[in-house]
């Protein structure tokens, strides 16, 4: 049955992102509520597709990639349904839903790599959750970029455009983008360490070459040094945006190397 449930709800993401965007465009009230009622089906049925799945294989549905990558789709719908209800960006869905539809599709047509072949250790289940969260607020924090550009922009060149009303002040968004990033960041590295723990047990290495781990490291790297320069060297604004839309770059490939590359996660 997951197999429905789950087109449900990639029809609904599609309808809601296209509605996100007619609202960036046209600012209608009635359409944001349109919007934020395709959202809410399309992460209900979302939901039970993961119940039902996790039902069937008697696990946590996060013992492959695909499916992985869904529990990302889900825990980021999430964020943005509470995170737009609190700070009253209406505009945020029509940033972060095309995100969520293009990992959406991906999720329902790759075929099914495993990420680890030793799922039964619970470990592994804690590594996978807490990498899983980091990347959802990443999405967030590339959705804060993208708009702090966009505004930013616009108010370089002296010449407010349609959005610049739709838009949240550079103050907020670059708040916005350094919240996300210190929410993210610590989940990421735990769930890295974790993993290398795992992986020195069952590789007998930490060092052992696997590109989604390695490409994982490299994404690491850029969002510790994007914190670091944030907190000790003053990075803000366009800056902070820039490193925010690497570090998502870099996470996009991870997933690529998960998706087509071998490696020890499995195939």
Request: hydrophobic residues 60%.
């Amino acid at each position: 049955m997951h197999p429905y449930l789950q087109n449900i709800a990639i029809i609904a993401y599609v309808c809601a992102m296209g509605l996100a965007l007619a609202h960036l465009v046209q600012r209608q009230a009635y359409v944001h509520r349109l919007a934020v009622l395709a959202t809410l089906v399309g992460w209900i049925a979302h939901t039970l597709a993961l119940v039902v799945l996790a039902i069937e294989i008697g696990g946590p549905p996060l013992g492959t990639l695909p499916n992985a990558v869904s529990v990302v789709v889900w825990v980021v719908v999430l964020l943005e349904m509470l995170v737009e209800r609190q700070s009253g960006v209406t505009v945020l869905g029509a940033f972060v839903l095309p995100v969520v539809v293009v990992l959406s599709l991906k999720s329902s047509v790759a075929r099914p790599v495993t990420l680890a072949p030793a799922l039964g250790n619970a470990w592994i289940w804690i590594h996978i959750a807490l990498a899983l969260v980091g990347i959802a607020a990443f999405v967030l924090n590339f959705a804060g970029a993208i708009m702090y550009l966009l505004q930013e922009r616009q108010i370089r060149h002296k010449r407010p455009g349609r959005f610049y009303h739709r838009l949240p002040p550079l103050e907020t968004l670059d708040r916005w983008t350094y919240r996300t990033l210190a929410l993210g960041f610590p989940f990421l590295t735990t769930g890295l360490i974790l993993g290398a723990v795992w992986a020195r047990t069952a590789w007998g290495s930490v060092f052992a070459f696997d590109p989604l781990a390695f490409f994982s490291l490299v994404a690491w790297l850029i969002y510790a040094g994007t914190l670091a320069g944030r907190a000790a060297g003053g990075w803000h604004g366009r800056r902070a945006a820039y490193f925010a839309i690497v570090g998502f770059a870099a996470l996009v490939v991870t997933l690529g190397a998960g998706f087509f590359l071998p490696g020890r996660h499995g195939a």
